[in-house]
């Protein structure tokens, strides 16, 4: 018999072995000193085992019972076992000669990773017998035989709620009583062990059936992103089930070399989970990128799903993809714990901060002229920033820190010398214990910083005048898609608002306490103590925008309330930028500053015009501009300012089904329309269409078609064929040199 380099036989009677290091290292060696007899001819080792010519792990009927039938992989001829943790399944082995109790000894030995060892918990000895005590341990791998007819054996196997998630192989080890000749058969199938949310021993246990079904079965999504005033919400396309989905995301999780205690613990799988998924310091999978240069590779809004970014990062044997921004990295995300089987959801944070001083306020600073100055610190806020929430229990943290938990891919801060966030919890952010594990003082400022304006100001201790505190900008809200409803529309009826699980109520002293617990954890009560300005006599008011549509002009409206019984003199500047989504400038649009004089008591308005020619060429990804407002009071020193943001609107794809009337039918090609309106006064080129739908035989279909005249509506027909029944999800992206992220989805259900 030929034996493989990392494998360990013994000649010895079957038995478990302890996970014992120093017992199972002296077997190991042991072991292979004796192997090296083997290799002699079977007649000086003793009779010739009954050998196993066949083993049959019943794949798509043990996935019934572990509910994960929905995974492609099943349609294989020779189908993988996909398994949950803290469960049993079942499997046959077949045997060349009729199998006998008293003489046949069989042994499993499931094993994962380069070089299987007992002591580490990846090389695993299971004995099968007749009547042999059941172990009840259930921390313990166990096996049994249900029933022999002949030659056939029926086989039930327990996999412990600690088992690695993985992908393990599996050899079966066969020789006869009192002989050393051992005979072995590989499996051919593997077996992927994932985490199960059904099973209350395992740790991500989610009781609620509806909730299992959406945050580990549903495969379609909502993903929101836009401004506070404005969200938007565009259908996501999770495909966790994909054919090479999971192949690819245990490759991934193969490259962390977590350990198999780790791997069996979803706190620090999701942990890892986080520092794969982005590619900055560890080869991982996706490259960040919000420059607004995509040329060498995929505009973050053009995908439409995870899928097609893991399935081309396990193709390329690990070569990063470009490229993902925040939304895309929590996709990702929330496809990779839902295919390990650990609920996740993905969760906007509108008007987002990004604290880089751990200060727990986001600082901005602007000159004596009421600019802003960029240099000074890199803080910002986000006009929108996607994460994920996985769920699990916390044994590592005091009690009733469980539940939901904060993970990030996106590249923002190191932790523990690595770009990743979390896992992050979120009662613990809620309550502002920002010294619990991981990372939690950089998610509560997410949600809760102060975001505080300084002007520039020589007569100041600190070189710098307080303009404005606002302890309510920051997480606005929050949300995530409702249980069990999808809407086809890009806005946000779908939508559930959490705020109050990651914040309490703005206003409330439970949320001031929040912040000042945390700032005092964090030794920063210094800074939320600098007094407030004096209250003056004038009040300003910058007026919110209400939706632009894109290629429309617009205003800013700023009120001036002189309560003085004395004339005023105002100082005014108004600037309009446009933005990148994560907060940093790209352009400045226009700058008015004028000296403004307001008898007693009255009331002024001063409104800035924007044609489109001032801000069309200028606008980045997502269309997002910034307002600043920043003005002072020539007789009391008095200082305001104020800050907006929104995004222009683009009109949506509209998709049609053009069928026969008999509806769609797996196998039978049908015609999508895609109707594509040109707002702009300007002819679109290059123009391209991103097709990609659940359950079609071409998933993502790539289609370029012609440019498109100023002012116009057109209708673009794509064919497609169903590949499987029941309810699909497709969602399409539009994009050209002059006008992008635009996006449409639509329901279909396939007989």
Request: aromatic content about 10%; overall charge neutral.
């Amino acid at each position: 018999m030929l034996l493989q380099r990392d494998t360990v036989y013994s000649p010895f009677p079957l038995y478990s072995v302890s996970h014992n290091p120093i017992l199972s290292n002296f077997l190991i060696s042991l072991s292979l000193s004796i192997s090296l007899s083997l290799t002699a001819p079977s007649s000086s080792v003793g009779p010739q085992p009954n050998e196993v010519y066949t083993v049959d792990l019943l794949a798509r009927q043990n996935a019934k019972q572990h509910d994960t039938s929905k995974f492609e992989l099943l349609d294989n001829n020779f189908p993988p076992l996909i398994i949950r943790r803290g469960a049993t399944f079942r499997m046959t082995i077949g045997l060349i000669k009729p199998y006998k109790p008293s003489l046949d000894k069989i042994r499993m030995e499931f094993m994962y990773g380069k070089r299987p060892q007992l002591g580490k918990g990846t090389l695993i000895y299971l004995p099968i017998t007749l009547n042999t005590p059941e172990n009840k341990d259930i921390n313990k791998w166990r096996a049994k035989i249900l029933s022999v007819s002949d030659n056939q054996l029926l086989i039930e196997v327990y996999v412990p709620p600690t088992a690695a998630v993985s992908t393990w192989k599996l050899r079966i080890s066969t020789k006869q009583n009192g002989s050393r000749n051992i005979r072995s058969f590989d499996v051919r199938e593997d077996i992927y062990i994932l985490f199960n949310a059904w099973s209350k021993l395992d740790t991500v246990y989610m009781e609620r059936e509806d909730l299992k079904h959406e945050f580990v079965q549903m495969d379609i999504g909502k993903i929101y992103i836009g401004s506070y005033n404005q969200p938007k919400g565009r259908q996501w396309i999770y495909g966790q089930f994909n054919r090479d989905v999971l192949p690819a995301v245990m490759y991934m999780l193969g490259k962390t070399n977590l350990d198999y205690a780790a791997r069996s613990n979803p706190i620090k799988v999701v942990r890892a989970i986080a520092q794969m998924v982005n590619s900055h310091d560890d080869n991982g999978l996706l490259v960040g990128n919000w420059s607004g240069d995509y040329k060498s590779g995929t505009p973050p809004w053009s995908w439409t799903g995870s899928a097609p970014i893991l399935e081309q990062y396990y193709e390329t044997n690990g070569e990063p993809v470009k490229f993902g921004q925040c939304w895309v990295f929590a996709g990702v995300t929330t496809t990779v714990c839902r295919a390990l089987g650990i609920p996740a959801r993905t969760v906007t944070n509108f008007v987002s901060a990004h604290d880089t001083d751990d200060s727990l306020t986001v600082d901005k600073f602007f000159d004596a002229k009421g600019q802003p100055i960029t240099d000074v610190n890199a803080d910002s806020i986000w006009n929108f920033h996607v994460w994920t929430d996985a769920w699990m229990t916390r044994p590592d943290l005091p009690a009733g820190y469980g539940g939901w938990q904060v993970i990030d891919a996106t590249p923002q801060e190191t932790s523990e010398g690595l770009y990743r966030t979390g896992p992050a919890s979120v009662e613990a952010v809620r309550r502002g214990e920002i010294g619990l594990s991981y990372d939690a003082p950089f998610v509560f400022a997410e949600v809760n910083a102060d975001l505080v304006h300084w002007k520039l100001d020589e007569t100041s201790p600190l070189g710098w005048k307080k303009m404005m505190t606002n302890q309510h900008h920051v997480g606005r809200k929050i949300i995530t898609k409702k249980v069990g409803y999808i809407s086809e529309l890009p806005d946000t009826r779908d939508a559930e608002e959490i705020t109050d699980r990651y914040k309490n109520k703005e206003g409330t002293a439970e949320e001031r306490m929040s912040v000042l617990n945390a700032a005092r954890a964090g030794g920063l009560a210094y800074l939320f103590e600098i007094p407030e300005p004096d209250r003056e006599d004038i009040r300003f008011e910058l007026k919110k925008l209400d939706r632009v549509p894109i290629g429309n002009p617009f205003s800013i409206v700023v009120r001036v309330y002189n309560k003085s019984p004395m004339k005023r003199t105002v100082t005014l500047s108004v600037s309009v930028n446009s933005v990148f989504y994560t907060g940093i400038l790209a352009h400045k649009v226009k700058t008015e500053r004028r000296e403004i004089d307001i008898g007693p008591n009255k009331v002024y308005e001063h409104r800035v015009n924007i044609l489109v020619a001032e801000y069309l060429p200028y606008l980045v990804d997502y269309s997002m501009l910034k307002i600043y407002a920043v003005a002072s009071v020539k007789e009391t020193s008095q200082t305001w300012s104020e800050e907006d943001d929104f995004a222009v609107e683009k009109p949506p794809l509209a998709l049609t089904v053009v069928s026969s009337g008999h509806g769609l039918t797996v196998g039978v090609p049908f015609n999508l329309a895609i109707e594509i309106t040109n707002p702009l006064n300007v002819i679109l080129t290059n123009c391209k269409l991103t097709v990609e739908g659940t359950s079609l035989v071409n998933r993502v279909q790539t289609v370029a078609i012609p440019d498109i005249n100023k002012k116009t509506k057109i209708s673009h027909i794509v064919q497609l064929t169903p590949r499987r029944p029941g309810e699909s999800n497709i969602v399409v992206t539009f994009q050209s040199k002059q006008l992008g992220d635009v996006y449409g989805s639509k329901t279909i259900l396939i007989n």
